[in-house]
């Protein structure tokens, strides 16, 4: 079946007697055992397993082409249980414009337990260069945030499967939708369910998806189950209710996101478009290849410094100014303000994630601001 019908389909998986079209929310912590002392309904304890988390997980795994999904309360979360799940003293390879959160766990909480190389992983040597003898893991973030930049997965996942690693990919600006890591040679692949599945800002999720149940597959179940860093079955039920439309709503965030970078990189107050659908885009080639749409995530150069940047985000009025992504609203957000001072992005640097309005309201919005500033 295809991603519209997996989307619809995949998470109505148990039957109820009063015949539900749409599976209820299920708000059971515990749940009755049989005579001989087994749980004929599949569940135990809703930390362990709950009817609206196991629908969202088959949806999540369908459309990953995986063959299991673990969902957690927060992106970060999922992050984190990978690298919980990983043997102290061991070496990971991370892109140098990691995901900042996951970056500040890596930094902090795993200081003194996991090494890691932040490297650009669009120079594929600089890889074969980094691989010592206790590397277990290449965690790659494509489109990348906030750069945009595109990663081979297919070329690394040749490297990493040469070596014995583990391939992780964040795959949160691509959406199932848009890009399946596993297919292309992935191990596991993470999605902050906050952004485009979940997709009306509403709800804080993760989940992580593999291509594979083995060892290091259960000490992550593990993490999850006994950890305990799991979804609310309601915010499963909005997350199962949103992915319905989630194919629909890409297609939505590709065509604005292309037509907004299209008239940004010819306004003279502009001075760089990132966009993975642009021909300009040093990744275009690969997006084209790996992605099915290149997404409603860019990012702009304003001409000047932090002052002019500030103030263009300050004159919009349709696109809220707010951090994440991938809800129907258009938001626009000072990205190196939201970092910290340690930020290697970009002072001048907007990020965009692209709405479902109106393109044309879209665009007259940055036309009037650009006026003003
Ligand atoms: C938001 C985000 C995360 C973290 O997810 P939360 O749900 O905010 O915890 C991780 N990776 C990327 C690319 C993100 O955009």
């Known amino acids: 079946m295809r991603a519209e019908t997996i989307a619809i389909h995949a998470g109505n998986l148990y039957e109820i007697s009063t015949q539900d079209v749409t599976p209820p929310i299920n708000l059971s912590t515990t749940f009755l055992r049989n005579e001989d002392g087994g749980y004929s309904g599949g569940h135990m304890y809703s930390r362990v397993s709950n009817p609206n988390r196991s629908a969202l997980e088959n949806i999540l795994t369908e459309l990953e ?11 970060n979360t999922a992050g984190m249980s990978v690298f919980q799940a990983i043997k102290p003293g061991s070496h990971i390879i991370a892109p140098d414009d990691m995901y ?12 003194d337990t996991i090494a890691i190389d932040f490297i650009d992983l669009t120079d594929l040597n600089l890889i074969e260069q980094h691989i010592k003898g206790n590397t277990v893991m290449i965690w790659v973030e494509t489109p990348s945030n906030p750069l945009l930049k595109i990663t081979d997965l297919k070329a690394i996942a040749k490297i ?39 997709g009306h800002s509403d709800v804080l999720g993760g989940a992580l998806i593999t291509a594979e149940k083995n060892e290091f597959w259960e000490k992550i179940r593990n993490v999850q189950q006994i950890g305990g860093a799991v979804p609310s079955p309601f915010d499963c039920f909005l997350l199962v209710r949103s992915i319905k439309t989630l194919a629909y709503r890409m297609r939505g965030h590709s065509t604005n996101g292309m037509a907004l970078a299209q008239y940004l990189e010819q306004h003279p107050k502009v001075a760089a478009v990132y ?31 932090a002052p002019e940047a500030r103030n263009l985000v300050n004159k919009v009025k349709i696109f809220a100014q707010a951090t994440s992504l991938g809800g129907v609203e258009s938001l626009i957000e000072h990205r190196a303000s939201v970092e910290g001072p340690d930020t290697k992005t970009p002072q001048n640097l907007i990020r965009i994630s692209a709405g479902l309005e109106h393109i044309d309201d879209l665009i007259a919005d940055f036309e009037q601001a650009f006026a003003q500033i």
């Open 65 to 75: 082409q995986g063959a299991d999904c673990c969902a957690f309360s927060s992106g």
């Open 275 to 305: 966009y993975p659908g642009l021909t300009s885009h040093p990744g275009h080639e690969t997006a084209k290849a790996q992605m099915r749409d290149f997404g409603g995530m860019l990012s702009i150069l304003v001409k000047g410094g």
């Open 160 to 198: 990493s499967k040469a070596h014995g690693l583990i391939l992780a990919c964040d795959s949160t600006f691509a959406s199932p939708c848009l890009q399946n890591p596993i297919a292309l040679g992935a191990d596991l692949v993470m999605h902050s369910t906050t952004k485009y599945i979940g």
């Open 100 to 111: 900042w959160g996951f970056k500040k766990q890596l930094q902090t909480i795993f200081a």
